[in-house]
């Protein structure tokens, strides 16, 4: 008889236990307005300056707010590189996350790992169609691949050259004549150039290939550093040598830049201090040289050799496929929301990246700012004369190829043309499962 009370004691323990346990694992589980909001986890990199976290963060607690039924968790994922590695880590590990900006250059990467959803799938209606069709075209070179749209632009660029204007004034050059040929910029340069200032700095670590695009774009021929496909590239291509020449005689021959190389995060900082009066970098560090220079600052697009020409850079919007499809749907309303135009024309305020869709040139927001700052339309109408940024199959790989190529040219570690014969030979290796 105790044995029985003991029983049905427990029994009714375990039972409550039960309802405990599944009460609030339901609460963990479910997703929507019944159990709670569709939680998503939203991954996204920094690769210029300012404190562009929070102005994301904000964007996403707004968001969430205006959305009750869906809480997004944006995550800061360091670098464009370091986000990539940590998206792939969590593929492998089949936890990945609802959506991430990534490199629109990672494309291929992320089709050969059947990791994303193609964005036509969310495509119903004649609103969505003008919604997609308002992206710049410039920027959907590196969205869409195989008749299909794989990711939604959000902070991108094209490189444009920043000048001193006070500098300029100083050296008797017209500070409102930029150079806009590559023998104007050498001759700029040369006057700009003395005892603690350099005339130019182009950084060459972390994106020296996108560096290099600018002057093989620059060339006649139209050529690029690679195919449509992803599956090609021209490392060794007349333009390429021609460009990486130009390069090298900055520093070498004309003695306006410094030798070696020279890195990434250092050449804004550089050009705010006054050690140098020119410098190539992305548009996407416009903000943030506006809010920290103090000296007149001037923008133009690129010097050209032929013709002017530039690559596109920066991040995409991504929906991964390993989740499920009511969260999809979630991920691609809060896309859509982010790249309303009023909201792209204030985050390319913010930032100084190329606001992605026309419409968003027309808010009252960006007429008034432009206005105020003209420079900022320097980077949206170089898309004229823009081409897909560097992307391959393997991109990490191929890119780093190049990376490393540019690097023994200006380091005289190798001659131009060795080189970039080494550089092609070890890509198209890398390249060779992808050949059809």
């Known amino acids: 008889m105790k044995k029985n009370k003991v029983l049905v004691m427990l029994t009714s323990v375990v039972v409550m236990l039960a309802v405990l346990i599944g009460g609030c694992g339901g609460n963990k589980q479910a997703a929507g307005p019944q159990g709670g909001p569709t939680e998503l986890t939203f991954y996204y990199p920094i690769s210029v300056g300012g404190p562009l976290t929070k102005v994301i963060d904000q964007m996403a607690a707004d968001f969430s707010k205006e959305n009750p039924d869906i809480k997004v968790t944006p995550v800061y994922t360091g670098s464009y590189a370091e986000t990539r590695t940590k998206i792939q880590t969590a593929l492998r590990g089949n936890k990945p996350p609802e959506m991430a900006i990534m490199?629109?250059?990672?494309?291929?990467?992320?089709?050969d790992m059947d990791a994303i959803v193609d964005i036509d799938s969310f495509i119903k209606t004649d609103s969505d169609k003008a919604y997609l069709a308002d992206f710049y075209p410039g920027f959907?070179?590196?969205?869409?691949?195989?008749?299909?749209?794989?990711?939604?632009p959000f902070q991108r660029s094209t490189i444009i050259l920043y000048y001193n204007k006070d500098a300029f004034k100083e050296a008797g050059l017209d500070p409102e004549k930029p150079p806009a040929t590559w023998d104007e910029m050498v001759g700029a340069a040369k006057a700009l150039t003395k005892e603690g200032r350099w005339g130019l700095e182009i950084p060459s670590t972390g994106y020296a290939y996108w560096m290099l695009q600018t002057f093989v774009l620059q060339q006649n021929g139209n050529t690029n550093l690679m195919n449509s496909a992803g599956n090609e590239v021209y490392f060794n291509s007349p333009a390429a040598v021609q460009g990486l020449k130009y390069w090298l005689d900055l520093s070498q021959k004309h003695k306006v830049m410094p030798a070696n190389t020279i890195e990434w995060a250092t050449v804004p900082t550089d050009f705010l201090e006054g050690k140098t009066a020119m410098m190539y970098h992305t548009t996407g560090n416009l903000t943030n040289v506006k809010k920290n220079a103090k000296f007149n600052l001037g923008t133009a697009m690129l010097p050209a050799k032929d013709h002017r020409g530039t690559p596109t850079g920066g991040g995409n919007f991504y929906i991964f496929k390993n989740t499920s499809p009511e969260k999809q749907q979630a991920a691609w309303k809060f896309i859509k929301w982010m790249t309303e135009p009023e909201r792209v024309a204030q985050w390319s305020i913010e930032t100084g990246y190329v606001a992605t869709r026309k419409q968003a040139y027309e808010t009252e927001t960006m007429k008034k700012y432009v206005k105020e700052f003209p420079d900022a339309l320097v980077a949206r109408d170089q898309l004229e004369f823009a081409a897909a940024e560097l992307s391959t199959h393997e991109n990490g790989r191929v890119t780093k190829i190049m990376e490393?190529?540019?690097?023994?040219?200006l380091t005289a570690r190798k001659t131009i043309d060795q080189a970039v014969n080494d550089a092609q030979k070890e890509a198209e290796e890398v390249l060779k499962p992808f050949k059809k």
Do not use: A, P, Y
């Open 103 to 111: 490199f629109s250059t990672d494309l291929f990467s992320l089709l």
């Open 140 to 152: 959907m070179t590196n969205s869409q691949t195989g008749g299909k749209t794989w990711g939604i």
């Open 404 to 409: 490393d190529c540019v690097q023994t040219i």
